[in-house]
């Protein structure tokens, strides 16, 4: 098992930045895959970036260059550092942890993101 708390999040202006942070415990593999999705309501759950243990990222298009993820492999947590923030990314932002691309993926409760002036 593996627990996922995430932090951060709120209401933001457009244009404006923000960090969301997500520390995992419990059953953690050396190698892993964590990133962070979001969601609006009536819509699939989407990838927003993810970074693995070894430091390999990968980013949705709608984010690239203006989203970093990061990651403290000592402390199992990762950090996605969001500026340039526009009304469209307003969503609720879920952590996700995998030990594999194959492997059972792992939530946090999710955290509200607002974009709006």
């Known amino acids: 098992q593996v627990h996922l708390v995430e932090s951060g999040g709120g209401l933001v202006q457009p244009g404006g930045s923000l960090r969301l942070s997500c520390a995992a415990s419990g059953s953690i593999f050396s190698y892993n895959i964590m990133g962070w999705y979001r969601q609006t309501p009536g819509k699939q759950r989407e990838l927003v970036a993810a970074?693995?243990?070894?430091?390999?990222?990968e980013y949705a298009d709608s984010v690239k260059g203006r989203f970093t993820i990061s990651r403290d492999n000592a402390k199992n947590t990762i950090n996605l550092q969001m500026g340039t923030l526009k009304p469209e990314d307003t969503a609720v932002y879920y952590c996700n942890y995998k030990s594999n691309i194959y492997g059972v993926p792992y939530w946090g409760q999710g955290t509200q993101v607002t974009v709006s002036s």
């Open positions: 970074i693995t243990s070894t430091g390999n990222t």
